[in-house]
């Protein structure tokens, strides 16, 4: 059973920015990180493999970088220029063979 502990979640002024962490227990491949907004769907952030290649969504490029300390089980996710409509519940993720796991989620909200 795979267990994901997010951390660095908060409140932060438009422009700021945010660093989040999640550990994981257990075998890992992939990790990413998700967010949802109010009333709308869960969507990608980014993801890392265990190998280092990412991904990310078009509206994240540029102010967003996944990275991955291995040794660590845990994975980050640097946010800078953070805008209003970045504000969210973001959720870390995770595969391990063929089941993949969510974190709790975190709290991140852009307002003045």
């Known amino acids: 059973q795979v267990q994901l502990v997010e951390s660095g979640g908060g409140l932060v002024q438009p422009g700021g920015s945010l660093r989040l962490s999640c550990a994981a227990s257990?075998?890992?491949?992939?990790m990413g990180w998700y967010r949802q907004a109010p009333g709308k769907q869960r969507e990608l952030v980014a993801d890392?493999?265990?190998?280092?290649?990412?991904n990310y969504a078009d509206s994240m490029k540029g102010r967003f970088t996944i990275s991955r300390d291995t040794a660590k089980n845990t994975v980050y996710l640097q946010m800078n220029n953070l805008k209003p409509e970045d504000t969210a519940v973001y959720y870390c993720?995770?595969?391990?063979?063929?089941?993949?796991?969510w974190g709790q989620g975190t709290q991140v909200t852009v307002s003045s």
């Open positions: 993720n995770a595969q391990s063979g063929w089941t993949t796991y």
């Open positions: 257990g075998s890992i491949s992939n």
């Open positions: 890392i493999t265990r190998g280092g290649s990412t």
